[in-house]
């Protein structure tokens, strides 16, 4: 972990123009198109709500994980920065952290606004943040790797394809979450499992990721 | 016997005698069992003919998984050693692989309109295996990504292991997910619980898919350390030709 990269993405990030607020914009975007999709229904909609959300958090998400890489690879900076610090892990760490707090956190504070949309209840938008902030890791840390793995080569939804499968069980563990928060609280298994896929996303993706930043500087 | 077959000229003379081998075993036994299952086995009491998809799905479900280990440890020795015959064996693999993972897929869907009344559920097992299929494909997919082959390789290596530590985890979610979701389907045709007359030509089925499987990817490393290495002559002799024009 290197706090000058990290810095140096967040300055970034705020001076690009609004970039990081897009995956804000296309979250929005997707629960509008999803309740013009299911119609206006309050009651079904409420109950389907925790779902949307997690499939719009992801799915913006998805999105955003082609630019984690390909714009540092493509200028140089990713090979300046191997050169400098010889360390690709630390590059990685670092990388993974600033996609965290560039990207997935506004992502993250935009869910009580969404959630105030659908009229859900406190315990469900807790349930469902406390959700979502446990997977958050997993997410990353997989965009990551198909980032790292791709490089801006290919189209866009070749990172789908490879990220779809292993996102899967923290889509499953995060909607089970937040429908077992309001009656068994954090303590609850889906929450520990959540817990439990990212920590084996970080352990085994992270490495992963900078394997194969290594192959394509070789 | 992995590190004998290690040199690609001993793999080719292990080939020459293996992959015959292998095909003729293949058409024998697959020939046996498609016979033993269509027309030597009994109909099941309560499912009729639409049991005999069974011997071709389950060798299947089973050959996919298989393909899937190999591909996984081949990876595994290719990302370590950077064995070159470890890439070819891994691709190799592969789409034998995807094709075993599809065929399951469509015999399952088959089957399951005349019994269960639905081309698909969403029943643990199913949604595993079509998550599989998503992995075969994205390993294929990244293969060819890059057009140095080396690196492609390392890449699709790369995906192979993430996707082999990732399985259980997958299966095991998605089973967590059904059971939530779902009431029990009627899938498990116990296999310890199945009669002889049953057992046999599946065991026939699974012993030709093997043995298929054997062929297939032997055929593919075979021919593809004769492309590579015609490659190198043509350049070889390409060479010479100039130097005695010259």
């Given at each position: 972990?290197?706090?000058?990269?990290?810095?140096r993405?967040?300055i970034?990030?705020?001076?690009?123009?609004?970039?990081?607020?897009?995956?804000?914009?296309?979250?929005?975007?997707?629960?509008?198109?999803?309740?013009?999709?299911?119609?206006?229904?309050?009651?079904?909609?409420?109950?389907?709500?925790?779902?949307?959300?997690?499939?719009?958090?992801?799915?913006?998400?998805?999105?955003?994980?082609?630019?984690i890489f390909?714009?540092?690879?493509?200028?140089?900076t990713?090979?300046?920065?191997?050169?400098?610090?010889?360390?690709?892990?630390?590059?990685?760490?670092?990388?993974?952290?600033?996609?965290?707090?560039?990207?997935?956190?506004p992502?993250?504070?935009?869910i009580?606004?969404?959630?105030?949309?659908?009229?859900?209840?406190?315990?469900?938008?807790?349930?469902?943040?406390?959700?979502?902030?446990?997977?958050?890791?997993?997410?990353?840390?997989?965009?990551i790797?198909?980032?790292?793995?791709?490089?801006?080569?290919?189209s866009?939804?070749?990172?789908?394809?490879?990220c779809?499968?292993?996102?899967i069980?923290?889509?499953?563990?995060?909607?089970?979450?937040?429908?077992?928060?309001?009656?068994?609280?954090?303590?609850?298994?889906?929450?520990?499992?959540l817990?439990?896929?990212?920590?084996?996303?970080c352990?085994?993706?992270?490495?992963?990721?900078?394997?194969?930043?290594?192959?394509?500087?070789? | 016997?992995?590190?004998?077959?290690?040199n690609?000229?001993?793999?080719?003379?292990?080939?020459?005698?293996?992959?015959?081998?292998?095909?003729?075993l293949?058409?024998?036994?697959?020939?046996?069992?498609?016979?033993?299952?269509?027309?030597?086995?009994?109909?099941?009491?309560?499912?009729?003919?639409?049991?005999?998809?069974?011997?071709?799905?389950?060798?299947?479900?089973?050959?996919?998984?298989?393909?899937?280990?190999?591909?996984?440890?081949?990876?595994?020795?290719?990302?370590?050693?950077?064995?070159?015959?470890?890439?070819?064996?891994?691709?190799?693999?592969?789409?034998?692989?995807?094709?075993?993972?599809?065929?399951?897929l469509?015999?399952?869907?088959?089957?399951?309109?005349?019994?269960?009344n639905?081309?698909?559920?969403?029943?643990?097992?199913?949604?595993?295996?079509?998550?599989?299929?998503?992995?075969?494909?994205?390993?294929?997919?990244?293969?060819?990504?890059?057009?140095?082959?080396?690196?492609?390789?390392?890449?699709?290596?790369?995906?192979?292991?993430?996707?082999?530590?990732?399985?259980?985890?997958?299966?095991?979610?998605?089973?967590?997910?059904?059971?939530?979701?779902?009431?029990?389907?009627?899938?498990?045709?116990?296999?310890?619980?199945?009669?002889?007359?049953?057992?046999?030509?599946?065991?026939?089925?699974?012993?030709?898919?093997?043995?298929?499987?054997?062929w297939?990817?032997?055929?593919?490393i075979?021919?593809?350390i004769?492309?590579?290495?015609?490659?190198?002559?043509?350049?070889?002799?390409?060479?010479?030709?100039?130097?005695?024009?010259?």
């Amino acid at each position: 972990m290197n706090f000058d990269m990290i810095k140096r993405e967040i300055i970034l990030a705020a001076r690009s123009g609004g970039d990081w607020m897009m995956g804000i914009i296309f979250f929005a975007l997707f629960l509008a198109m999803s309740v013009i999709a299911l119609g206006n229904n309050s009651a079904s909609l409420s109950a389907l709500a925790p779902a949307l959300v997690w499939l719009a958090f992801l799915m913006s998400a998805l999105l955003s994980f082609g630019h984690i890489f390909s714009g540092d690879y493509t200028d140089g900076t990713l090979a300046q920065s191997l050169m400098f610090r010889g360390n690709v892990l630390e590059i990685v760490i670092s990388k993974f952290i600033a996609y965290i707090i560039t990207a997935l956190m506004p992502l993250w504070l935009a869910i009580p606004i969404a959630a105030l949309l659908f009229n859900l209840s406190t315990d469900v938008i807790a349930g469902l943040m406390l959700a979502v902030l446990i997977g958050i890791p997993a997410i990353a840390a997989y965009g990551i790797f198909a980032s790292a793995l791709t490089m801006g080569r290919g189209s866009g939804v070749l990172i789908v394809l490879i990220c779809t499968p292993f996102l899967i069980p923290v889509l499953i563990f995060g909607t089970n979450a937040v429908e077992v928060y309001t009656l068994q609280g954090l303590w609850s298994a889906p929450y520990k499992a959540l817990f439990g896929l990212s920590l084996i996303g970080c352990a085994v993706a992270i490495p992963a990721a900078s394997a194969a930043i290594k192959t394509s500087f070789e | 016997m992995l590190t004998y077959l290690a040199n690609p000229e001993r793999f080719l003379r292990f080939a020459r005698i293996a992959r015959p081998v292998f095909g003729v075993l293949a058409i024998i036994s697959l020939g046996y069992g498609l016979w033993l299952s269509l027309i030597g086995s009994p109909e099941d009491y309560q499912q009729g003919d639409s049991v005999r998809l069974m011997y071709i799905h389950v060798p299947a479900a089973w050959s996919a998984l298989m393909a899937y280990t190999a591909l996984a440890s081949a990876s595994f020795v290719s990302f370590v050693w950077r064995h070159p015959l470890a890439d070819i064996a891994a691709k190799a693999f592969a789409v034998p692989g995807m094709a075993f993972t599809f065929l399951c897929l469509v015999t399952g869907s088959l089957w399951g309109k005349p019994i269960w009344n639905t081309w698909w559920q969403w029943d643990g097992r199913m949604t595993s295996v079509l998550i599989l299929f998503f992995i075969y494909l994205a390993y294929l997919s990244v293969g060819s990504l890059v057009a140095d082959r080396k690196k492609a390789a390392r890449y699709a290596s790369i995906l192979a292991m993430v996707g082999f530590i990732n399985i259980p985890i997958i299966k095991f979610s998605v089973e967590w997910w059904n059971s939530l979701h779902q009431p029990a389907t009627i899938s498990n045709i116990g296999a310890p619980g199945l009669p002889p007359e049953m057992l046999w030509p599946l065991l026939t089925m699974v012993l030709g898919f093997t043995a298929f499987f054997a062929w297939a990817s032997i055929s593919t490393i075979q021919r593809t350390i004769l492309i590579e290495k015609s490659a190198r002559q043509t350049v070889k002799s390409g060479a010479k030709i100039t130097l005695d024009t010259l």
